[in-house]
């Protein structure tokens, strides 16, 4: 005997569908799958989904990739993680234009790839994290309190490493602007939250470095 | 002058392969013929620069990789014809075959990559010497170095030859492919679903809704090996023992893995879903870490200076570190700046200790960072030699002042004595050993790795 194909269909739409009940994290999912197991249903041929389906499943796709660009929008908002958050904002702004998934995955791949450009770009900025040890030890060698005969060796320290974070700096800032070429650093940005998290010292602290750091390199 | 190949590569292959597959399967369209033209332009870039960070430079901002990524993509992906297909054209089997035996080929082409892999971690070192030696030539022929006689081939052969005989595997990661191999755990849902689709009777819609209904689609998302590579993950941590925020963050990792999966039907947490569990355990625990490592640094900084310090006025302080290696004329000379400037450096890193953490030196020692480390046996010096560092060295050392001869005396009995060094300082290498030989076999650690030097100490344990 013939499978009956028509119930089949309805039945794997249904559990399709039936995948994203309850779960409030792809309520978009649920409601496209919805619409298009409905209209499954609503046919008394196979033949008749043909017209039926229209732009379901396109639509289906669409609210799969918002429902996950929500979520990942939602988790770099709780961490202030502004420019992390670039690719799913722009996502979720784009993707009602998209008609079709070539559309649609073009444009999660081309978001994602420059969002993964603005993350280096901004994370070239903590060359300032790395940078603090060395700050120390400027202070720790001008403060160093030694006999006299060595203050010619301490101020030499001293100015090898202000010429190695100067260096460093510039090198960072060249290597940088060969992805984006009027790349400047900014150490001021490691006060906002994505980077000073990750800093472990307190708000004054940060304030002093910054500003010797800032002098030495010009920036 | 054009980037050498060595270097160019490994940047470019990949996506020459991407061709060869598109070509090795007959596929050819706009999409195929728009990559041939990208990777003309990555070839001609190649040519155009020298510097291989210019040459990604100008690769991104051209977006030559996203898009190239892109139309490979395009140009693999067959045309949809599920479910909109006219009754008098529709073929179940037909769709049914096509699925089953495209899961087949991914089934041989994990089987495939782990025999690349076994490939890759067998290699003859000496392989990758001959091709590193001859960019070397190039690159020296190039820039006008002259290597003055010296033939880093062979000298570097000689030192691989050396490394094997004392530890035979130093070089083949063959075992540790074998166990991290994550392989049969990704094709046996897989497979799943290919028994599935192979089910006397079976047809398109009834395959499609059982593997929803069974799980088999989620489970073929590679759950089994990740939450191996979790538990993994934490042994590790706990082998390690590098802080407590390592070994937590790793429980949690595993916690949120099966509170995720519990709230699914077939025990499966939601990808999406976990990704994001996950980064939320690393977001809550990488200030932290970094706090620990920074305060850690800087107290080991000051113990390791009042060390140097004390050790500078000892009879043997030429013949060890950090004075061993200087020039026998210059060597008085660092060994008295060591003890000139020395107590002025250690009060500026006190100062910043205190400054930063509201850690005074005092503090260190009932600091949780270094009961860690004592109870991780992580410290390097001994409870005895700490204490004496902490109640009698560190009380004078005073900046333009210098130890007195009581002090040099006891320094110089406790270096003599071996009673320096913590006498359980193997134990986090014993530990790793243990771990990692409970994973990739007995024996393994020490084949790759060598034996663990034992601590000549005749100190007491710090517990």
């Known amino acids: ?219 | 002058m054009p980037i050498d190949e060595f270097i160019l590569g490994p940047m470019i292959t990949p996506y020459e392969n991407m061709i060869k597959d598109v070509d090795s399967r007959s596929i050819s369209n706009e999409h195929t013929e728009e990559m041939k033209n990208l990777f003309k332009r990555m070839q001609e870039l190649g040519q155009e620069h020298s510097d291989i960070s210019e040459f990604t430079g100008i690769c991104m901002q051209e977006d030559l990789f996203g898009k190239f990524g892109i139309l490979y993509g395009q140009a693999i992906t067959p045309q949809p014809t599920e479910g909109s297909a006219d009754p008098a054209d529709y073929d179940d089997a037909a769709l049914l075959k096509q699925t089953v035996s495209a899961l087949k080929q991914s089934i041989d082409q994990i089987r495939q990559s782990k025999e690349a892999a076994l490939k890759e971690a067998s290699k003859d070192p000496k392989e990758n010497l001959a091709n590193e030696a001859a960019f070397a030539r190039r690159f020296a022929a190039q820039h006008g170095i002259d290597s003055q006689g010296i033939d880093i081939e062979k000298a570097q052969s000689a030192n691989i030859d050396k490394q094997i005989a004392k530890n035979p595997n130093a070089y083949n990661n063959s075992a540790e492919i074998e166990v991290l191999d994550n392989s049969e755990d990704l094709i046996k849902p897989i497979q799943d679903l290919i028994d599935l689709g192979e089910q006397e009777g079976m047809t398109f819609p009834d395959y499609l809704r059982i593997q929803i209904e069974k799980g088999l689609d989620k489970a073929m998302e590679g759950s089994v090996s990740t939450r191996k590579g979790l538990e993994y993950s934490l042994n590790w941590a706990k082998a390690s023992m590098t802080s407590p925020f390592h070994i937590e963050k790793c429980q949690k990792h595993l916690d949120v893995f099966d509170k995720l999966a519990s709230e699914q039907k077939f025990g499966v947490p939601n990808w999406k879903q976990l990704k994001w569990a996950t980064n939320d355990v690393d977001y809550e625990f990488e200030p932290g870490m970094g706090k620990w490592a920074e305060i850690t640094s800087r107290w080991e900084s000051i113990l390791d200076d009042i060390h140097d310090w004390s050790l500078a006025y000892c009879s043997h302080a030429g013949y060890v570190d950090p004075w061993k290696d200087i020039a026998v004329s210059r060597k008085p000379k660092a060994i008295q700046k060591s003890k000139d400037i020395l107590p002025g450096i250690i009060k500026q890193k006190e100062r910043l200790l205190l400054k930063y953490f509201g850690i005074s030196f005092q503090d260190i020692f009932t600091h949780e960072t270094f009961n860690w480390a004592i109870e991780t046996n992580s410290i390097y010096h001994s409870k005895e030699f700490i204490e004496f560092l902490k109640e009698k060295v560190y009380q004078t050392c005073v900046p333009l002042q210098h130890m007195p001869d009581e002090l040099i005396a006891e320094r110089e009995r406790l270096s003599k004595e071996d009673r320096e060094v913590n006498p359980k300082l193997t134990e986090p290498a014993e530990r790793t050993k243990k771990f990692y030989d409970s994973k990739f076999g007995e024996g393994r650690f020490v084949s790759k790795f060598g034996e663990i030097t034992p601590v000549e100490s005749n100190a007491a344990p710090w517990n």
């Open chain 1, 1 to 219: 005997m013939e499978p009956d194909y028509l119930q089949q269909y309805k039945d794997y739409y249904r559990v399709r569908a039936e995948r994203f009940a309850n779960n409030t994290n792809y309520k978009f999912s649920y409601e496209a799958e919805s619409n298009l197991s409905n209209a499954m249903h609503s046919c008394n041929e196979l033949i008749e989904f043909k017209d039926k389906i229209g732009n379901l499943n396109e639509i289906c796709a669409n609210a799969l990739i918002k429902d996950e660009h929500i979520m990942e929008k939602a988790f770099y908002e709780k961490h202030k993680e502004e420019i992390r958050v670039l690719a799913a904002d722009r996502i979720l702004e784009n993707l009602d234009d998209c008609t079709n998934t070539e559309e649609l995955t073009t444009l999660v791949i081309e978001e994602m790839n420059k969002n993964s450009l603005e993350i280096s770009m901004d994370e070239y900025q903590r060359e300032f994290q790395g940078d603090w040890g060395q700050l120390d030890e400027i202070e720790i060698y001008e403060n160093a309190v030694v006999p006299g005969n060595y203050k010619g060796e301490m101020q030499s320290v001293v100015e090898e490493v202000q010429k190695s974070i100067i260096e460093g700096n510039e090198s960072t800032e060249n290597e940088a602007r060969k992805f984006q070429p009027d790349y400047v650093m900014k150490p001021e940005l490691n006060k906002e939250h994505r980077h000073r998290r990750l800093i472990p010292y307190a708000d004054e602290h940060l304030d002093e470095q910054l500003e010797k750091y800032k002098s030495l390199i010009k920036r």
